[in-house]
């Protein structure tokens, strides 16, 4: 038994605290669990000096993949500042599926093309984080960043979140060799970079450290939480110089609590865990038997066709979901329409995966969530009205993010940031996410991350 006395040192905190004594009490500062030491990864002043240059050139890789994005779109649908999704309406049946056939062409060559000459050069940022040393190539995280949005601009059903956090992490890990940090500090450095990618892109700075620290990381300690809010603040403020201000979802009424909505997020919630494990695991099959090699020049043009000719009918389903979601938390649609989004979204986004493209499904697992859940509001009010279905919209996708990412945290705060509302349906949010992630944790337990980890090697 260590007896201390009164005023002792607490040298064995690193770093050291400017005040030396303890209080009067003699009790320590490190007995609360998230304020130990820095544990392997040292906040020195070189780590923060880092964190701050991941930082800025998250945020301007952000603004530099957005514009890449924005391009395509312009190119492909005549988007100039106005919503996808009308771009993609007002266009002919014939200019979808053509669209789309030049995407998966586009993608199949430059994909194959970097797989097959760049194929030592490590770009999974998970896989790099939770299995590996945090070493990433910057080259190739380049080129499939750029490729990604490229080929989402131009129709494909992946989310644009994959290539900003894969930037932000590539630009940590080479900060990380030009600086000198150990292992320890550069994985942490790189989960900062790739958190402050998901903020700088959609406005969400507490959202991307939370998803630094619970997804990334699986820690809320201290020495994680501050560098990851430092990074992830900096990055979204350097993103302004081109990206917007606002909210990404603008313009959602401020829907009220009702026990109508109450009730209905405890059905919900069980509905959505079950559907997120099936959804998670075809996301893990198509992953894993994705096409690779000559396949892909091939397969991808014929799959992304498909997909043009599906969205023929509905056009919602091209590029990430974005508008269908916010559609969705305006209480925009029938319950036909959104019963076909949720049934559909899912299958094309995994077709597009499965055919060998690169890209998100943080976004396109948020909007289905959004549909789903305003297609079982519209149900739910025959039995109980009252309740916008905008309200219903807004737990669904917080449900369905936080249960397929297994981080009811991010979900919940990344669903108010991205719409600036919602607090008052905190309750029913809880209620449903926390169900639904339960389910899928009991169920299964993979999430959208884990599902796509790489096969290791064999020896």
Not at 55 to 84: C, I
Not at 439 to 458: F, K, M, N, T, W
């Amino acid at each position: 038994m260590v007896i201390r006395r009164r005023g002792e040192s607490e040298r064995q905190r690193i770093p050291q605290p400017v005040i030396k004594k303890r209080i009067a009490s003699g009790r320590g500062a490190m007995e609360q669990p998230n304020v130990t030491h820095d544990g392997e990864a040292e906040l020195t002043p070189v780590f923060w000096l880092a964190v701050i240059l991941t930082g800025v050139a998250t945020g301007l890789f952000g603004d530099g993949l957005m514009w890449v994005l924005a391009q395509a779109e312009h190119y492909a649908f005549g988007v100039h500042q106005g919503n996808f999704e009308q771009g993609v309406m007002s266009s002919s049946a014939l200019h979808r599926v053509l669209a789309l056939v030049i995407a998966g062409s586009v993608g199949a060559v430059g994909w194959f093309l970097i797989r097959r000459f760049l194929r030592h050069e490590k770009s999974e940022i998970d896989d790099a984080l939770w299995n590996g040393d945090g070493q990433l190539a910057i080259r190739r995280s380049l080129l499939t960043s750029v490729l990604s949005e490229i080929v989402i601009g131009l129709g494909a059903s992946v989310g644009r979140e994959a290539a900003p956090k894969l930037m932000g992490g590539a630009s940590g890990s080479l900060l990380s060799r030009w600086l000198r940090l150990s292992p320890a500090q550069r994985r942490l450095l790189v989960a900062c970079g790739g958190g402050a990618g998901l903020a700088a892109v959609y406005n969400v700075p507490l959202g991307g450290a939370i998803f630094t620290a619970e997804v990334l990381c699986g820690t809320f300690a201290l020495p994680t939480v501050l560098p990851a809010l430092t990074c992830s603040v900096v990055a979204t403020v350097v993103a302004w110089l081109y990206l917007p201000t606002g909210a990404t979802y603008a313009d959602i009424p401020s829907y009220r609590f009702s026990s109508s909505l109450l009730v209905w997020s405890l059905l919900a919630g069980a509905i959505i865990g079950l559907l997120a494990v099936l959804y998670v695991r075809l996301i893990g099959w198509v992953s894993h038997f994705r096409a690779s090699g000559v396949r892909i020049l091939w397969l991808m043009p014929l799959v992304f066709g498909a997909v043009g000719v599906i969205g023929i009918w509905y056009p919602q389903l091209f590029g990430n979901g974005k508008e269908m979601a916010h559609q969705a938390f305006l209480g925009v649609g029938g319950i036909g329409l959104f019963f076909a989004l949720f049934a559909l979204k899912p299958l094309v986004t995994a077709a597009t995966l499965g055919s060998g493209a690169a890209g998100g499904v943080f976004t396109p697992f948020l909007s289905t969530g959004a549909v789903l859940g305003g297609f079982l509001g519209i149900a739910w009010t025959h039995i109980w009205p009252g309740a916008p279905i905008g309200a219903f919209a807004i737990v669904g996708a917080a449900a369905m993010i936080g249960a397929s990412m297994q981080a009811p945290l991010a979900g919940l705060v990344l669903v108010l940031e991205l719409t600036h509302g919602g607090f008052a349906l905190l309750i029913p949010i809880l209620i449903a996410t926390t169900i639904a992630t339960l389910i899928v944790r009991q169920v299964d337990g993979y999430s959208i991350y884990s599902a796509r980890l790489p096969e290791h090697p064999q020896p």
